[in-house]
Antibody, heavy 121, light 106 residues
Framework: EVQLVQSGAEVKKPGESLKISCQAS????????IAWVRQMPGKGLEWMGI????????RYSPSFQGQVTISADESSSSAQLQWATLRASDTAIYYC??????????????WGQGTMVAVSS | DIQMTQSPSSLSASVGDRVTITCQAS??????LNWYQQKPGRAPKLLIY???NLEPGVPSRFSGSGSGTHFSFTITSLQPEDVATYFC?????????FGQGTKLEI
């Protein structure tokens, strides 16, 4: 079964760092792009960026460039999203999603279950 | 960046009704448009890709059409399990962008 399983919910304080993960299984991890999507409480979906695990080519949305780092580890078939310095405004659910084809800019047919990140003092 | 404007933002309909949601792009996106369904507390689910292609396993009461800047999504006979928020997404240009969503109630 093709699936993405994300790491568990996090509660952090402003200024702390964080890395969340997205574990892929059931397909060739290296050949499909992985996107990260943010959903703030009660709001819509925001595309953050994508990574091609085969060569770690990363494209960021200008809205998130410099705010987060997207990476991937082929050896563990895992993609990561990390923050060096969290803010309260980072409170959201974060989804990883796989591109439907190998072309990258595409529909997302497989989604992780989401990771809730809460940032509060 | 391409802006996606979805309408209506919310919609109430009855079981068996035909429901249509529209999505307008701020510039030509050809047919690089997808539709997702998100039920409360769940991840989004792909329903329609490339404007009009039904994702395998998705019921045939769901359909999409359009090209250029105007797109529509239709449920031909609304079922109770269709209560959800629906989002369009363009991928003609990076960054990809989503519509603001349409909350569908019965």
């Amino acid at each position: 079964e093709v699936q993405l399983v994300q790491s568990g919910a996090e509660v952090k304080k402003p200024g702390e760092s964080l890395k969340i993960s997205c574990q892929a299984s059931g397909y060739s991890f290296s050949t499909y792009w992985i996107a990260w999507v943010r959903q703030m409480p009660g709001k819509g979906l925001e595309w953050m960026g994508i990574i091609f695990p085969g060569d770690s080519d990363v494209r960021y949305s200008p809205s998130f460039q410099g705010q987060v780092t997207i990476s991937a580890d082929e050896s563990s078939s895992s993609a990561q999203l990390q923050w060096a310095t969290l803010r309260a405004s980072d409170t959201a659910i974060y989804y990883c999603a796989r591109s439907k084809t190998e072309r990258g800019v595409d529909a997302y047919d497989i989604w992780g279950q989401g990771t809730m990140v809460a940032v509060s003092s | 960046d391409i802006q996606m404007t979805q309408s209506p933002s919310s919609l109430s309909a009855s079981v068996g009704d035909r429901v249509t949601i529209t999505c307008q792009a701020s510039q030509d996106i050809v047919d690089f448009l997808n539709w997702y369904q998100q039920k409360p507390g769940r991840a989004p689910k792909l329903l329609i890709y490339d404007a009009s292609n039904l994702e395998p396993g998705v019921p045939s009461r769901f359909s999409g059409s359009g090209s250029g800047t105007h797109f529509s999504f239709t449920i031909t006979s609304l079922q109770p399990e269709d209560v959800a928020t629906y989002f369009c997404q363009q991928y003609n240009n990076l960054p990809c962008s989503f519509g603001q969503g349409t909350k569908l109630e019965i």
